[in-house]
């Protein structure tokens, strides 16, 4: 089983920064991807980045060169830093870990309970 905890959200005013952390831990075999999501009230939940085991980091357009994931986080961890902030971006932010376990040595997405982000003046 993994286990993944998310941290970092909160309110923060348009134009600010935020970092959420993502820590997996557990009977690890592997992890291939660690993914964030986010879910904004009344929406679907939509895919926001993310980071291959090989460090392949990927983001959707409405957060191209706000947000970045940094190549050198501690092991099963994983950050997103927000920068310029937009109320638009106020949701819900799970993560995502794609991985292999010594119980189950397939691949697997596991969850995380989400961290609220709250973008308003």
């Known amino acids: 089983q993994v286990h993944v905890v998310e941290s970092g959200g909160g309110l923060v005013q348009p134009g600010g920064s935020l970092r959420l952390s993502c820590v997996a831990s557990g009977s690890i075999s592997r992890i291939y991807e660690m993914r964030w999501y986010r879910q904004a009230p009344g929406k679907q939940r939509e895919l926001v980045a993310s980071i291959t085991s090989g460090g392949t980091t990927n983001y959707t357009d409405s957060v191209k060169d706000r947000f970045d994931i940094p190549n050198d986080s501690a092991e099963n961890t994983v950050y997103l830093r927000m920068n310029s902030l937009k109320p638009e971006d106020t949701a819900v932010y799970y993560c995502?870990?794609?991985?292999?376990?010594?119980?189950?040595?397939?691949?697997?997405?596991?969850w995380g309970q989400g961290t609220q982000v709250t973008v308003s003046s």
């Open positions: 995502n870990v794609r991985a292999s376990t010594t119980l189950w040595p397939y691949r697997h997405d596991y």
